[in-house]
């Protein structure tokens, strides 16, 4: 698969971009490789604005940042026995079916296409025609419970004594818990609405998922108002050169709470040690002292010291040599006669190899070349370095 983004002026997967998104508190972006299907493949190819290459099914790649968010599924979805769907974060973001990429940031804005109207609101409709009542009085009957609740839940929650920090009101026909740190900044805020009883929960302005969506009695709140209160805020880097990680939750994990001494998000955490690690590279290098002279004086040292044990093995070698040019015929016969022919072969060849002062000339039996052109076939390397070292 392409690491890179085959939509022309992307730079999605080059290694330039991945260091400036690692740098930035970006995390990755997904990339999808080409469809196999030929059909939705045609569909792609009309789609993207490049004429210089062919897309590639299977091998090449689009990144996330080309397709509709509604062709994008980015959480797990479960449905609770009591209606409210609970959502989970995917490590990795799925392509829906029949997905085309339409969003092309980097090119001229006439390219990019905006997926219809019409569509939008066909699925809508069979959406809101699963869940529509039956009846006209099954639609009033609903209506006035969800108002007869959220009045409740108004008057309850009027009267009700909230945590220190935490106030109730009244706005936009909507219920709104909020939280004021020291310096009466609104950071932390609960809302349930007057139409569906949907609740949301808001972090410094950023949306939260939990579990509890809607809401059917004063206990759901009181639950979600318990879990909020002790949300632990987020400190970001800590560092006033690096600010927070666009992608922070803006609260820190429990788990993470207890088992380190200054806890943040993890986002947070990854660009804060990504900071520390290039400031302490650059000091390094600052601060680093030329070591030129004594890295050259042990260089010139040990260079020393291996060429005079070069010069002790030539010398012994040379010894050798001498020995094997002294030794008789008939004693070499005998040292070898129990030895396999091939290996007699070889023998009588390096000693008479080492009787002459000139490699050119040699003679050679036919036996010892076939041993010769064996050992060229198995291992090119090991004749080489026997034939440049004059060893026959």
């Not at 959502?87 to 990019?112: C, G, V, W």
């Not at 206990?219 to 800590?238: A, Q, R």
């Not at 690690?277 to 000091?283: E, K």
Request: proline share 4%; aromatic share 8%.
């Amino acid at each position: 698969m392409s690491r890179n983004c085959f939509v022309p002026g992307c730079r999605e997967g080059y290694k330039s971009k991945i260091k400036i998104n690692k740098w930035q508190g970006i995390i990755k972006t997904t990339m999808f490789k080409a469809p196999k299907d030929l059909l939705l493949l045609e569909k792609w190819v009309k789609a993207i604005p490049r004429a210089d290459r062919e897309l590639r099914p299977g091998i090449d790649s689009v990144c996330e940042k080309h397709f509709d968010e509604t062709y994008l599924n980015r959480y797990f979805e479960t449905k609770s026995p009591d209606g409210s769907i609970n959502q989970i974060k995917r490590d990795r973001i799925i392509l829906k079916n029949n997905a085309i990429p339409s969003i092309f940031p980097d090119l001229p804005q006439y390219l990019t296409k905006k997926r219809p109207i019409e569509k939008i609101i066909a699925e809508k409709k069979i959406l809101f025609n699963n869940y529509i009542p039956n009846t006209i009085d099954d639609i009033s009957n609903t209506t006035d419970h969800v108002s007869e609740t959220f009045n409740n839940l108004h008057d309850i929650l009027k009267n009700m004594s909230l945590p220190d920090g935490w106030f109730f009101t009244y706005l936009n026909r909507s219920l709104v818990l909020g939280n004021l740190d020291s310096n009466y900044e609104l950071i932390k805020k609960i809302i349930v609405s007057n139409n569906d009883l949907n609740l949301k929960v808001f972090i410094r302005n950023k949306l939260i998922n939990i579990t509890c969506t809607s809401v059917t009695c004063i206990e759901d709140i009181t639950k979600v108002l318990k879990i909020v209160d002790d949300f632990v805020m987020c400190p970001g880097t800590g560092i006033d050169n690096c600010p927070k990680s666009d992608q922070c939750c803006e609260h820190i994990n429990l788990i993470s709470l207890n088992q380190v001494r200054n806890p943040r998000c993890t986002e947070c955490a990854k660009k804060r040690k990504y900071f520390m690690d290039t400031q302490r590279v650059s000091l390094e290098q600052i601060n680093e002292k030329p070591t030129t002279k004594p890295v050259l004086k042990n260089v010139l040292r040990i260079n020393k010291r291996l060429n005079i044990k070069v010069t002790n093995l030539q010398a012994k070698v040379g010894l050798l040599k001498q020995q094997c040019a002294e030794a008789s015929a008939k004693s070499i016969e005998e040292a070898i006669i129990e030895m396999p022919e091939n290996q007699q072969e070889a023998v009588r060849t390096c000693f008479a190899a080492a009787k002459k002062h000139n490699v050119k000339g040699n003679r050679y039996t036919i036996n010892w070349i076939y041993e010769c052109l064996l050992i060229r076939i198995k291992s090119k390397k090991v004749y080489e370095h026997l034939r440049s070292k004059k060893t026959y």
